[in-house]
């Protein structure tokens, strides 16, 4: 069974950094595209990144534009996320995904999830 596991959060004051991590197990990832979402309470889940497997080709959303990277290590089989830059806008549960295939920033399309890791980021 595909599994993602989520490591790498904690507190962190504004304006500092934190590395994310999900690394995932049951399949190899070489034909999938592998996502960063994050929730925050009361707000609907917000895709936050993406990284195609195979191509390497990068995606993110415009509010962590130039402060965070998605990255890949596919001995490992992990994706990364590198936060710079850190607000509290940013605090929220961070979730690791997989899909098929092609780039998405739908939560419901993606089949996988981590369970959250969470960010939390003090004023």
């Known amino acids: 069974q595909v599994q993602l596991v989520e490591s790498g959060g904690g507190l962190v004051q504004a304006g500092g950094s934190l590395r994310l991590s999900c690394t995932g197990s049951?399949?190899?990832?070489?034909?999938?595209?592998m996502g960063w979402f994050r929730q925050a309470p009361g707000k609907e889940r917000e895709f936050v990144a993406a990284?195609?497997?195979?191509?390497?080709?990068?995606y993110y959303a415009d509010s962590v534009k130039g402060r965070f990277t998605i990255s890949r290590d596919n001995a490992k089989n992990t994706v990364y996320l590198h936060m710079n830059s850190l607000n509290p806008e940013d605090t929220a549960v961070y979730y690791c995904?997989?899909?098929?295939?092609?780039?998405?920033?739908?939560?419901?399309?993606?089949?996988?999830w981590g369970q959250g890791t969470q960010v939390t980021v003090s004023s």
């Open positions: 049951g399949r190899t990832f070489s034909s999938w595209t």
């Open positions: 990284i195609n497997w195979s191509s390497g080709g990068t």
């Open positions: 995904a997989a899909k098929w295939w092609s780039y998405s920033g739908v939560s419901n399309e993606y089949s996988y």
